[in-house]
């Protein structure tokens, strides 16, 4: 897994971030190609500041991220920080959209 840390990215947000993505690869497994997070938790792109790409984006995947999100928030003492943008390989606007602004990917 690669790894890209932004030196202006805050440190809270990057270890939310880290605690979500082993999460995810723990119970997702790979149906998560990657995560690119934007440098704080406050900027956002189409209202999101973590977009997941998923190899499969059934109602069961989101429920399964959205739930995982839950819990590491919540283990983090924190409610509402994560607004995630959940999409498939194929939407590649969107992608490209966070590309370039990220925390950590792949």
Do not use: H, K
Not at 21 to 26: G, T, V
Not at 49 to 69: P, Q
Not at 80 to 85: E, F, M, W
Not at 93 to 99: A, L, M, P, S, T
Request: net charge negative; charged share 30%; proline share 3%.
């Amino acid at each position: 897994m690669v790894q890209v840390i932004d030196l202006r990215a805050d440190a809270g947000w990057v270890g939310l971030v880290e605690r979500l993505r082993d999460a995810l690869a723990s119970e997702l497994g790979d149906l998560v190609i990657r995560m690119i997070a934007l440098p704080s938790p406050s900027e956002r792109i189409y209202d999101s500041n973590l977009l997941i790409v998923v190899r499969d984006d059934s109602g069961e995947t989101v429920e399964r991220i959205m739930d995982a999100i839950l819990r590491v928030e919540g283990s983090a003492g924190v409610e509402g920080i994560i607004s995630p943008l959940i999409v498939t390989e194929s939407e590649r606007r969107i992608i490209e959209g966070f590309r370039g602004l990220e925390v950590v990917c792949e």
